[in-house]
């Protein structure tokens, strides 16, 4: 338990990996001695503030995510680990983690699965913010100068001081996130960002500041900049 909450920790691990252009999940891949999905659940099962932790998989791929771990003895880690199995789209694949949440869940952190180097600390600081403010979200300042543009054509030049580059964990307190999700369900919404949901709903997303290494494995380079950073730690 966190300050008496009980943090439950989604983790969306059911995309195609099409980018990739591997023949399996980029969730097998490995960064170093370990696979990208291994990399992502030992973090949050290392931080000791997560409860639960919940992995939405390909239906195709969901015998071979669960051996991974049966294989490496995850249960030497005291965190309960469940898995389930995606929807069509990110935010219904979110929602079929939510499903298995326990009745004790105060908190929903909903981390990319593809986000191996995230670290404890990060973890720690988005958790404690969303408990103070209700929603809380890992971010990044942008570095270069963003243009608003329509047929390659600048339109605008935003602040840049006010842009950030939004990561996960995404950490909202469940009955906030159970309400904006069934108000995007019957307005026909689907969002790929969870803070959209509770944005729906006029509700505020604290901004914790995160690092730069937390990156999101998309394609083949992705893995080279991963090792990369792995080996700087």
Known sequence: MFNNKFISAVIVAAGSSTRMKSAVSKQLLKIGKKTVLEHTVSAFAQSDIVDEIIVVCPQADKESFEQLFINNNFCNYSTPLKFTVGGSTRQQSVRNGVLLLSDD???IAVHDGARPLIKTEHIKAVVSD???FG??????PVKDTVKIAENLTVQSTPPRDKLYLIQTPQ???KNNYTRAYEKAGSENLDFTDDCQLVELTGGKVHITIGDYTNIKITTAEDIAVAEAFLKMR
């Open 130 to 132: 969303a408990v103070e």
């Open 171 to 173: 950490v909202f307190e």
């Open 135 to 140: 929603a809380a979200t890992l971010a990044v």
């Open 105 to 107: 869940a105060d908190y």
